[in-house]
């Protein structure tokens, strides 16, 4: 039965754009309506493809932003101007029309209502996508686990979710860091020694955003004291 289950899952389903959002000037949130969604965890991310009348197919994975919501699934996507996939679905898909989409896929970067401990949410860009389903899971559930998000973005116009993270003020603590604002830095120890959780509280670590920032970010934690198995982490790259 398991293993029926996991087939359903990964089966390719076609999905309807429903709804669109503008987040900052390149990253676009997509509300798809999916037939038969079997829901899914706050982390967890789809396979989206794309195929031309040609019959030329590509596809892409991306992090789901939304806590399960019946058949819902919305997608943040960051532009890439020279990407192949990210350019159609940010700028040329319209409400009515449909694009495949297969999943949930992940199992380990998840976090669950039932995990009592705090959680320590690290962003880099795009990487708060995950992170965001995480923080909308918590309040669906209505748990009261401390949230605390130490978010890495170029300016405050680029920041994804700007004014969601802002209402969300008296249930989770925001840190911000700059990169492209003077003077320009990158996320340190200092950021995640101050606005992070202690090492002894034995939070759950998540961290998501490009590679040299997940590799980063996870090495500080540990060299602070964090259990690395308590580090989770995600990376991307490419047409995201």
Request: net charge neutral; with cysteine.
């Amino acid at each position: 039965m398991a293993r029926a289950a996991v087939s359903r899952r990964l089966t390719w389903r076609l999905a309807r754009l429903v709804e669109t959002r503008d987040e900052t000037p390149s990253a676009r949130t997509l509300v798809l309506d999916v037939p038969d969604w079997p829901g899914h965890l706050a982390g967890q991310h789809v396979d989206v493809r794309l195929t031309a009348p040609d019959g030329y197919s590509t596809q892409r994975s991306y992090s789901i932003g939304n806590a399960v919501d019946g058949n819902r699934v919305e997608l943040t996507i960051q532009r890439i101007d020279d990407g192949e996939v990210s350019p159609y679905l940010n700028g040329v898909f319209e409400v009515g029309d449909q694009v495949e989409i297969r999943g949930p896929v992940g199992g380990w970067f998840v976090w669950r209502p039932t995990d009592p401990a705090p959680a320590l949410l690290v962003a880099g860009g795009s990487g708060i996508v995950p992170l965001m389903a995480m923080i909308r899971a918590r309040a669906s559930a209505g748990t009261r686990q401390p949230f605390r998000l130490v978010y890495s973005v170029r300016t405050p116009e680029d920041v994804i979710y700007r004014d969601e993270l802002r209402r969300r003020v008296l249930e989770l603590d925001v840190a911000y860091v700059y990169t492209r604002m003077e003077p320009r830095r990158r996320i340190g120890v200092a950021d995640l020694n101050t606005h992070g959780w202690p090492p002894d509280f034995e939070p759950a670590c998540f961290v998501c955003g490009p590679t040299g920032f997940v590799e980063a970010a996870a090495d500080i934690l540990v060299a602070l004291g964090h259990a690395p198995a308590r580090v989770r982490t995600e990376r991307f790259g490419g047409d995201r």
